[in-house]
């Protein structure tokens, strides 16, 4: 009896040191919500400022030139009975076209905002970027979820770590 509770016990030994080899390890992972620590950089309340110059220099521009276009639309109404067909003909060419100058110039500032957009903050993602490298390597993490809209509806508590307020101290 002694040896079969012998053989018994080496053979469970066996068997708990392979399944302790063959174990799944425990994956660690970070989650935080990016656009809060994005909007917590430092660097974003200048990115927003200068931005906002500039929005509110290309909005400065399109109100002079609609406030032209609006005169001279006014001259034109107040002149229209009293002008030759060529002159009456040659005014509407003029509104029209600045109309159409005035759209595309609207158009254009707007791509021009949205790359300078880009443009500033491509560091500010990059410096991110960085630190969640960093901040991965140094806890071990297999990856690190970003929480914003509802992309992740339910984390593993045991297995997961909120990272934000971390990263947020790591970018200051």
Do not use: H
Request: charged share 25%; hydrophobic share 40%.
């Amino acid at each position: 009896m002694k040896k079969v509770t012998l053989l018994l016990v080496l053979a469970l030994m066996g068997l708990v040191s392979y399944a302790q080899q063959d174990a799944v390890p425990v994956v660690k992972y970070g989650y935080l919500s990016y656009d809060s620590v994005f909007k917590a950089m430092p660097e974003y309340a200048t990115m927003q400022a200068n931005l906002q110059t500039l929005r509110n220099k290309y909005e400065a521009e399109q109100k002079r030139v609609e406030d032209d276009f609006n005169k001279k639309y006014e001259e034109f109404l107040d002149g229209q009975a009293s002008f030759p067909k060529s002159i009456l003909q040659k005014r509407q060419s003029e509104l029209q076209e600045m109309l159409d100058k005035n759209i595309a110039f609207k158009k254009e500032s707007q791509r021009l905002l949205s790359q300078a957009e880009n443009e500033a903050k491509a560091p500010l993602k990059q410096r991110l970027a960085a630190v969640l490298t960093q901040l991965g390597e140094e806890r071990g993490y297999a990856f690190i979820l970003n929480t914003d809209c509802n992309a992740v509806p339910w984390l593993n508590a045991a297995m997961a770590e909120d990272c934000t307020d971390i990263v947020k101290a790591l970018l200051k």
